[in-house]
């Protein structure tokens, strides 16, 4: 991992995710944390780069959408605990799952968009176990 990796990577952690989990908290009404595997990024400056993108800004406008009613808000705000994110070479690897309360997406975000699920897809599978 070089140094503009470890930028990237500072960056996302002080700056981007922080601002991203305030959003869900406006969204929902609740702060629902990220865990990022950094390891899985730590040599793709692509996939950093694509990363808020491609995975924090798709889930909050799937958000946006469960959440225009108080019911909606409310079973998010029981119904998910945390989301892990993951960077997998291709699209072979790519997966989602909603189990336990935990929204697990593993993208291929050095791909952009063909590496990533779009709202519409965080969105049926958070709604049909929500």
Request: proline fraction near 2%; hydrophobic fraction near 40%; charged fraction near 35%.
């Amino acid at each position: 991992m070089g140094l503009n990796e470890r930028r990237k990577i500072k960056e996302l952690q002080d700056v981007t995710f922080p601002g991203r989990v305030k959003e869900i908290e406006e969204i929902c009404g609740k702060a629902i944390p990220y865990e990022v595997d950094w390891d899985s990024l730590a040599d793709d400056m692509e996939g950093l780069n694509f990363i808020d993108n491609l995975s924090c800004h798709r889930l909050n406008m799937a958000l946006r959408m469960i959440c225009q009613d108080d019911l909606g808000k409310e079973a998010v705000r029981e119904g998910l605990k945390k989301i892990k994110l993951k960077n997998v070479k291709d699209k072979a690897a790519m997966k989602i799952s909603f189990d336990g309360g935990v929204l697990e997406m593993h993208c291929a975000y050095a791909l952009r968009t063909d590496g990533m699920f779009s709202d519409g897809e965080i969105r049926e599978m958070l709604t049909k176990k929500l």
